[in-house]
């Protein structure tokens, strides 16, 4: 899921069945009606085959893309179990998991119906990439959140018979393929459950398809809904980039991955920012001007080729501890710092190449690399804000993820969120510099990620693999102690963001006395705090002098230097520090009023990055679009 800065759905139908040997079992058949999803409801009925005896039944709750027990179960409601007469059948929960459901199914009973309704627009801070969304003019279908499997099932052998019943009108977007339409009703074709859960559907009164198929290519399309009619017509300007992005990935992974796939992305401002992966398409929701503006479309064409990225990386090629064959035992996510860090680093780079981060005033490759290296150059300020690391090392946070979703209020930079992302991307970029710069620009990440990403067996639904197996395959390319160099990045404890990759790179830290395009607030790089405009103490950097002077977020300074609070006489202290040597506020911490005294005199700082002239830029290297150099 989600995002360089950077991260659907259904009424819940259970699929109870007897614990035999699930390659037995016939499949499921399952009806979904999203008639009344523009009220937020959906409602669901499943037929299954049953024998008497106890019936045991997962609501599924690990749930791929946003690597957590998130699935909301919360939002299930209106549940009844009916035989083929009419009766009712009693269910409930097992005591000790909530999310497995057991019922008795009388003697004689050969099928039972599970009528269930689910209630949409309730996401979490954890499921919102997978949650369902309605509203009168289009809709968003995950089908975790309506279909229960058989205790002990494999979800890759399962298989599922499917219909889905639209409001009459509406039109619908999908991986999924149609066996047969009549009006607003689709039956699609058998496949596995494990399959259907990895394609959601968007739908709505206004959906356009676009094919975005280089020559000589699989298919590729991109399906968008909005509310608004008119912003389904997309520039050719635009198509072509998203063309030159599927071109890209293809040239650096290999291509060797030949289905079809489909972007499903949603242009609203009524719907929640979303961006999740699946194996065959990727589900997006970005604001109406989603494509139109310049700078939002940038923000677009990263999260596209971030969620793309991850067809290869993540999904198909996942790690050994997310590849199980259920949605309900506890995964290990701890190499997250590959699944999701190298995909930051492919977003980025796949975004560069096809243009997506250039603008109408500069051309394709400055516009990529000025973009690109802007995302790259604020993370790593905000990154060297971040002092959890001397407490919680970047593997802690992708194996405790899904707890890292949520924000704490306060001490935000004590508390390390999801860093595996974007600290995970800076190791990517120093290791794709190590090769370069070790083997003369022979040997690139490029190399590696063929050699990775591009292994495809259509027979196998994904390929894990295991820290070692990538070991053995940067050495395979180049000698090189990558262990303790991941051993150093990944699992040690620190005081401070490891910099090296960007002098690895040809670039280096300076700091400014004037805003910076990295750094727009120099009350975190001065004294280490953010104030808002009302003089409130919003976020504090561990160890800065706020820090030291034990002042607390959402303290009120009322007074700077003897003078009425405001932003502009704050940043006039923060300026004539090297003559008064300190700066004085008077403030509110609770009721109490406090004068604190802080010993500052650097005047304005910003960070910045510039480039070093001594050393080549690789930066640039890595971003250049390939396939101007595979048609020379």
């Known amino acids: 899921m989600n995002r360089w800065f950077v991260f659907p759905l259904l009424p819940v139908i259970f699929c109870l069945a007897l614990s035999v040997q699930p390659s037995n079992a016939a499949a499921i058949k399952a009806h979904v009606d999203a008639t009344d ?70 003697s004689g009973v050969r099928s039972v119906t599970v009528k269930t ?30 279909l229960l499997y058989p205790v002990g099932a494999s979800i890759f052998d399962l298989e599922i018979d499917l219909t889905l019943q639209l409001p009459e009108g509406w039109s619908w977007g999908s991986s999924l393929q149609s066996k047969k339409e009549t009006g607003s009703s689709i039956e699609f074709e058998r496949t596995t459950l494990q399959e259907v859960m990895d394609s959601p559907v968007i739908c709505g009164e206004h959906v356009r398809k676009y094919d975005i198929t280089p020559e000589g290519r699989s298919k590729h399309f991109i399906h968008i809904a909005s509310e608004s009619k008119r912003v389904l017509d997309v520039d050719e300007k635009t198509i072509q980039k998203l063309r030159d992005l599927v071109e890209e ?15 499903l992305l949603v242009l609203s401002n009524n719907m929640p920012f979303i961006g999740l992966e699946h194996t065959r398409s990727s589900l997006n929701a970005v604001s109406e001007n989603g494509l139109e503006d310049d700078e939002q479309l940038t923000k677009t064409g990263q999260l596209l080729a971030h ?22 035992t506890p995964k290990d996510t701890k190499l997250l710092w590959v699944y999701e860090g ?45 002092k959890g690391r001397k407490f919680m090392n970047l593997q802690d946070t992708a194996a405790s993820s899904y707890v890292r979703r949520a924000r704490s209020n306060h001490w935000t930079q004590l508390r390390r969120p999801q860093d595996y992302y974007f600290e995970g991307a800076l190791l990517w970029f120093e290791i794709d510099a190590i090769l370069r710069k070790e083997t003369d620009g022979k040997v690139t990440l490029d190399d590696f990620n063929q050699r990775f990403l591009g292994r495809y067996d259509a027979r196998k639904p994904l ?98 230097n003897g003078k009425k609070y405001s932003t502009a006489r704050f940043k006039d202290a923060i300026a004539e520090s090297p003559v008064n040597r300190e700066i004085e506020f008077m403030l ?45």
Not at 249 to 258: M, R, S
Not at 367 to 379: F, K, P, V
Not at 620 to 629: A, S, V
């Open 37 to 106: 999803l523009p009220r937020g409801l959906l409602t669901a009925e499943i037929t299954l085959p049953v024998k008497s005896g106890m019936l045991d039944a997962y609501y599924p709750q690990w749930i791929e893309g946003v690597h957590g027990p998130n699935n909301p179960i919360q939002n299930v409601a209106g549940i009844e179990v009916i035989t083929p007469d009419g009766e009712s059948i009693a269910w409930f929960r097992h005591p000790e998991d909530i999310y497995h459901i057991q019922a008795e199914v009388p």
């Open 117 to 146: 309704t689910y209630i949409c627009n309730q996401s979490t801070t954890g499921s919102t990439g997978v949650d369902s969304y309605g509203n009168p003019h289009l809709g968003i279908i995950c089908w975790n959140t309506c």
């Open 249 to 263: 990935a293809a040239l650096l992974t290999g291509g060797k991955h030949d289905y079809d796939y489909h972007f």
């Open 307 to 328: 969620e793309f990225g991850h067809r290869w990386c993540g999904k198909y090629h996942r790690p050994a501890g997310m590849a199980g064959d259920d949605y309900n």
């Open 342 to 386: 190298l995909d930051q680093y492919l977003g980025v780079v796949l975004a560069a190449r096809s243009g997506l981060f250039a603008t109408e005033k500069r051309t394709s490759f400055e516009g990529a690399l000025r973009d690109g290296w802007m995302g790259i150059g604020r993370t790593l300020t905000s990154l060297m804000r971040q």
């Open 463 to 560: 390929m894990p693999f295991t820290e070692s197996e990538l070991v053995t395959l940067l050495n395979g390319l180049h000698k090189y102690d990558w262990q303790s160099l991941i051993d150093d990045r990944v699992r040690s404890y620190r005081e401070d963001l490891p910099l090296d990759m960007l002098s690895r790179v040809g670039y280096r830290l300076e700091y400014s006395p004037k805003p910076t395009d990295f750094d727009k607030d120099d009350s975190l790089t001065s004294i280490g705090a953010r104030i808002s405009g009302n003089g409130t103490i919003q976020t504090i950097i561990p160890g800065g002098l706020i820090d030291q002077a034990k002042l607390a977020e959402g303290d009120q300074i009322i007074s700077v």
């Open 588 to 632: 509110f911490k609770g009721d109490d009023l406090k004068t604190v005294v802080v010993p500052y005199a650097d005047g304005p700082k910003y960070i910045d990055i510039v480039r070093n002239e001594d050393k080549p830029d690789l930066l640039e290297d890595i971003l250049k679009p390939r396939r101007d150099l595979s048609s020379k």
